[in-house]
């Protein structure tokens, strides 16, 4: 079985060109995260052969500030539309404020048949009252499993009580009365992310349909964003939500966990603007890919950079 | 505009009642809970050890005393979520320490939890906890879809964003604000870490770690470098503060950390129903400490005290005047 692929587009310049995994893995242009792509696509080709990308993802997951603008929007939904491509519109956790940079975007989406991925219990229930021709898909950040990468990899190999370690590969989505709700709320999909400590995913059988990301996962998001105080004075800097310049887009911070308890102290964590992610393993890869064609995932989302971009 | 204290046992609950708690909450892991998932999966925000009662006797014993000091006690079964096998376990629980133990509300941060128990209809509230990432009033509306009494707002919202949010909805359900002490670098439901005490947690870990820049442009000059080290420098200062200082206490052994005394009057103008005090797991003196610097600040602000007045006591109460200049000790900044 072929999972449907889809590619997290940063703009829309990223769908004019020809589909080819060499071309969508030099999207990414920093040299310490260009070696997961080359891994990913390679492995891609390895377990697949050719893949047909039909959907596109456009938006952000993780920050009200990188929210795009209508037009960033309409361009991304013209490209695609040439492409014959299916669309998902992103969206982070809100405040107020956000929901008002939301409804424009929401409007104009209504009109293509579109899916809004929600991070937010308000931007769902905006899009049930207000925008009821959109289809909501539960975001990866209202999947709670844990995905802390500095004890995960170990209890994915510890001799603790299967109990535990079953917990640690599940959350709340193997609940029916949960899948219900959802189903209730319109809801058909769910995304989650591919965790170190492995993935549980019977709960599809509840009727769900399952999306997961590669080859990045997220770790922890914060309206104070590191970034955002770059120019700032200090005592000014790390509010909440505080205006920024977008200065995510210039830098990327690599941290190694040397102070380590355990044995990896090699594990790395990406800090992105407001936003800590890790990379994928060959061997997590592997085991998603294989949970693809193996049927319980649906739907494989390809993200070839941070996911962080500026649209 | 109640003061909600943390509560660990049974003996701290005179303290805190005479130093001006008006509201408890604590949390209770069942020794059942522990056998089976031992401490690396929490069934609450807080570590099994220190942070939460493990009888339903002793709970029963403050529950009832609480009472009779006029004191309502709440209690958390806030993990992010429960797994389909969890699930009858806090069920369960939740039934027996509403039915039986006589707790008045259970706050609740996993939508399913939420949803069985409106559906229970027990005796106890529902309280959604600050782990829900409630930001905007449309997730509040969302969320009145499961009856709740009260939603706890994490401690990221802005004043005006508070404002905003209470303005909406303050006829439908109670709002609870954070208070004083512990912080989070972090959007608290966006979290996927954990606290487990072999790694401590991932913001203060953070900040022992090597890292390294990259630039994304063409040259990534020595100034640049300087300018990020710079920045990131001040942002392990500001985890640091968010983390209590360290842990740290005053010369009289006041709690440092995280605070919003300041903000009182702006809260009690908006409406809002509850200040938290942060800190099950901390030192019985820490949380009278505490207790009695936020009931000061209320007492003041309820007789009509002027704003300006009620913020130059609380920065003198804090005993950190370095500290409160900062800037990096606030919860909200206050105009």
């Keep these: ?311 | 505009m109640k003061v909600l204290a943390p509560i660990a046992s049974h003996d701290e609950l005179e303290m805190l009642a005479a130093a001006g708690a008006e509201e408890l909450y604590c949390g209770i892991v069942p020794r059942e809970w522990m056998q089976k998932y031992t401490g690396a999966i929490w069934l609450n925000r807080r570590s099994p050890v220190g942070g939460s009662l493990d009888s339903y006797a002793d709970l029963k014993r403050l529950v009832d005393d609480a009472h009779r000091l006029q004191l309502p006690v709440f209690i958390t079964l806030n993990a992010p979520s429960y797994t389909a096998e969890q699930l009858p376990l806090v069920l369960e629980l939740a039934h027996k320490l509403s039915e039986e133990v006589g707790v008045d509300a259970l706050i609740v941060t996993d939508i399913n939890l939420l949803l069985r128990l409106s559906e229970a209809r027990l005796t106890a509230a529902l309280h959604v906890s600050s782990v829900a990432a409630t930001l905007n009033t449309e997730a509040v509306r969302f969320l009145l879809n499961f009856n709740p009494s009260r939603i706890v707002l994490p401690r990221s919202l802005t004043i005006n964003e508070i404002g905003a949010i209470t303005n909406d909805v303050r006829d439908e359900v109670e709002i609870e604000v954070f208070m004083l002490n512990d912080g989070c670098a972090f959007e608290e439901g966006f979290c996927s870490t954990t606290h487990h005490h072999t790694v401590g947690a991932f913001c203060t870990s953070l900040s022992e770690m090597e890292t390294k820049f990259e630039w994304a442009g063409a040259r990534f000059t020595t100034r640049r470098q300087n300018w990020l080290r710079r920045n990131l420098t001040d942002y392990r200062q500001w985890v640091w503060y968010v983390n209590g200082n360290g842990c740290g206490v005053t010369a009289k052994g006041l709690p440092y950390g995280p605070c919003g005394l300041c903000a009182i009057p702006d809260f009690q103008r908006l409406g809002v129903s509850s200040l938290k005090i942060v800190g099950r797991e901390a030192s019985p003196f820490k949380k009278l400490a505490s207790v009695k610097m936020v009931r000061d600040i209320v007492n003041r602000t309820r007789a009509g005290m002027p704003k300006l007045h009620v913020i130059e006591r609380a920065k003198s109460l804090r005993e950190a005047p370095e500290h409160c200049a900062a800037g990096y000790m606030c919860y909200y900044k206050v105009d």
């Design chain 1, 1 to 311: 079985m072929n999972p449907t692929w889809c590619l997290h587009i940063g703009r829309a310049e990223d769908l004019r060109g020809e589909f080819s995994l060499s071309r969508i893995a030099t999207f990414e242009k920093s040299a310490t995260i260009q070696p997961y792509l080359h891994l990913t696509t390679q492995l891609i080709a390895e377990q697949f052969g050719e893949i047909e990308f039909t959907r596109c993802y456009f938006g952000n997951e993780f920050c009200e500030h990188l929210i795009p603008s209508l037009k960033a929007l309409q361009a991304a939904l013209d490209a695609a539309q040439a492409q014959n491509l299916s669309f998902t519109f992103l969206t982070p956790y809100v405040t107020n404020e956000g929901l008002q940079a939301l409804r424009p975007l929401f409007a104009l989406l209504a009109s293509h048949n579109a899916e809004v991925v929600f991070n937010d219990w308000g931007v769902l229930n905006l899009l049930r009252r207000e925008f009821p021709t959109l289809i909501p898909v539960q975001g990866r950040l209202l999947n709670k499993s844990l995905r802390d990468p500095r004890v995960t990899t170990m209890y994915a190999t510890a001799p603790a009580p299967t109990a535990a370690i079953t917990a640690l590969q599940r959350s709340n989505l193997d609940c029916e009365s949960y899948t219900r709700l959802l189903t209730r709320f319109g809801v058909q999909m769910v995304e989650m992310d591919n965790l170190p400590q492995g993935n549980d995913v019977s709960f599809a059988a509840h009727g769900l349909q399952l999306s997961a990301y590669f080859p990045f996962g997220f770790i922890s998001t914060s309206r104070v964003c590191m970034a955002a105080g770059l120019h700032h004075h200090p005592s000014e800097k790390f509010q909440p939500g505080a205006p920024c310049r977008h200065e995510c887009q210039s830098h990327l911070l690599a941290y190694a966990y040397t102070n380590s308890p355990f044995g990896n102290r090699d594990q790395k964590f990406y800090l992105k603007g407001n936003s800590y992610f890790y990379a994928h393993t060959e061997a997590m890869l592997r085991t998603l890919f294989m949970q693809a064609q193996s049927g319980p995932i649906a739907r494989l989302v390809f993200q070839p950079r941070l996911p962080m971009k500026e649209a």
